[in-house]
């Protein structure tokens, strides 16, 4: 690093408290788990009115110069020429702007370039994004882990892993955003974390880990301009850096240990989706859960990764036109994206489970995944109608939602939805037959005395009660939505 470097690091512990004593904070600015874009923010600002912290945040987080004499004040005790000279600010006349933005994750403050329509650089550093927070919810949390964070950008998974693991180690190629991830730890006080230059796993060799996350530039596309989105995969096998990352995450799990990744992979329009992605994982000692978020045709995933980039029209139109040539040229029809979450097993059996999840989780959902990989294994043992001796217990945050649609015989109900809020965006579908059963889970009787207590009070077929009952909490089981014992 450079001088200038050392000496930003070196003012983030003690800035961090003057941010911390302002209230600049997700809880003190009433922020939601990601910090407000910067026009939001100036609409916080002069909601603040005339305080340090509305200063703090026009600067960090709104992006705008502020009097010199108002950032002496609010940044006090600090050395205003010292941050200058660190290259967190810049000085203006007598008036003073961040260079660099500083939001939050949740409770973690994290560092990243300004992302609000100034051209970005190569090593642009990305800000917290849906992707950043969809990703922490689907890691498995467990206290004294070591852990891997692989593409940390500006560190928001490491930080995320550093508030209950023993060790973090977070490795990227990208020089510039690990200087912002050391110097968002000293931020927040961590002294667990450290960082390695370098691409993907290799700075790490053989160690394992308890925990790994993986964001990288998996985007497909025919550029390379952003280390933060694309792949620079080779032509000849575009989507290739799935299953590279695959490869090389199982082996450095530990037994036991658990993967979170997002990815992306090309496929033909009406082929299956997952086929390509089947073969990752033949022979790796692991379980794997892949979440489809979308599949998209070119000109959908074109769109939606070149208005994050291109603010010109004619640059837009340019670059669209050469993403779809490229996609045209490699035979490309469709692309999905999705997350992978494995889990490294020491049995012989491997399994791999797929489903749709298109939208956000709504909240951590390491323990629901838990229950997910536990069920489906033990479901996967489960003979005759062993299925009925099952006691289900609804969980914390269940919500059933149902509503009813218009027809020539007047209103019926449609299949109930049931939701357990925090969690994945993953529902189960329960029928009018099998909504007796389930409104009857009490984690105490068994499926099959709830099944014929609701076919006798309902006057329902018995054997469809049994069979609707069953798909659905067999679904229910699949998707952790209930307590099984």
């Not at 070149?306 to 035979?331: K, V």
């Not at 945050?397 to 019926?412: I, V, W």
């Amino acid at each position: 690093m450079t001088a200038a470097d050392d000496r930003l690091v070196d003012s983030a512990a003690d800035l961090g408290k003057v941010l911390a004593a302002a209230g600049y904070s997700r809880a003190g600015l009433s922020g939601g788990r990601m910090a407000p874009h910067p026009f939001d923010a100036v609409v916080l600002a002069h909601r603040l009115g005339n305080t340090p912290l509305a200063t703090l945040t026009s600067l960090f987080l709104a992006g705008l110069t502020v009097p010199r004499s108002a950032a002496v004040e609010a940044l006090r005790p600090l050395n205003l020429d010292t941050l200058i000279d660190a290259g967190l600010l810049a000085g203006v006349d007598d008036r003073v702007q961040a260079n660099t933005c500083i939001a939050w994750c949740d409770e973690m403050l994290v560092a990243h370039d300004w992302q609000d329509g100034r051209p970005l650089g190569r090593e642009h550093v990305v800000a917290v994004s849906q992707a950043s927070m969809t990703l922490a919810d689907l890691t498995v949390r467990r206290p004294g882990v070591d852990a891997l964070d692989v593409g940390t950008g500006g560190g928001v998974q490491a930080f995320q892993a550093a508030a209950h693991a023993a060790t973090v180690v977070g490795t990227d190629v990208n020089t510039r955003a690990l200087r912002l991830a050391e110097f968002g730890a000293g931020l927040n006080g961590l002294s667990n974390v450290r960082w390695l230059e370098g691409s993907l796993l290799e700075p790490v060799d053989d160690q394992t880990f308890d925990l790994i996350t993986v964001n990288p530039p998996f985007i497909i596309s025919p550029d390379s301009t952003y280390l933060w989105r694309d792949a620079g995969q080779s032509t000849d096998r575009p989507g290739s850096l799935g299953q590279q990352l695959v490869r090389q995450i199982v082996p450095r799990l530990r037994p036991g240990g658990w993967a979170s990744m997002l990815t992306s992979w090309p496929h033909q329009m009406d082929g299956d989706w997952l086929a390509p992605v089947r073969l990752w994982f033949t022979g790796m000692g692991c379980d794997a859960w892949v979440l489809r978020f979308a599949s998209q045709n070119p000109l959908e995933n074109a769109h939606i990764w070149l208005a994050q980039s291109e603010h010109a029209t004619p640059d837009f139109a340019a670059a669209m036109d050469r993403w779809l040539g490229f996609y045209r040229d490699q035979g490309i029809e469709a692309i999905t994206t999705a997350a992978i979450i494995l889990q490294r097993t020491d049995a012989s059996a491997e399994h791999l489970w797929a489903d749709d999840m298109p939208g956000s989780p709504t909240g951590p959902g390491g323990e629901q995944i838990q229950r997910v990989f536990e069920s489906r294994r033990r479901l996967a043992r489960l003979t005759g109608d062993d299925l009925l001796d099952a006691v289900l217990t609804p969980l914390p945050g269940t919500r059933l939602e149902q509503s009813l649609c218009r027809t020539d015989a007047g209103y019926e109900p449609t299949p109930t939805e049931l939701w357990v809020l925090p969690g994945l965006a993953l529902c189960a579908s329960v029928s009018p037959v099998a909504l007796p059963v389930v409104l009857s889970l009490d984690g105490q009787r068994p499926l099959r005395d709830l099944i014929a207590a609701a076919a006798h009070a309902t006057g329902f077929d018995p054997d469809q009660v049994r069979a609707d009952a069953l798909s659905t909490a067999t679904r229910l089981i699949e998707l952790g939505l209930v307590s099984w014992t």
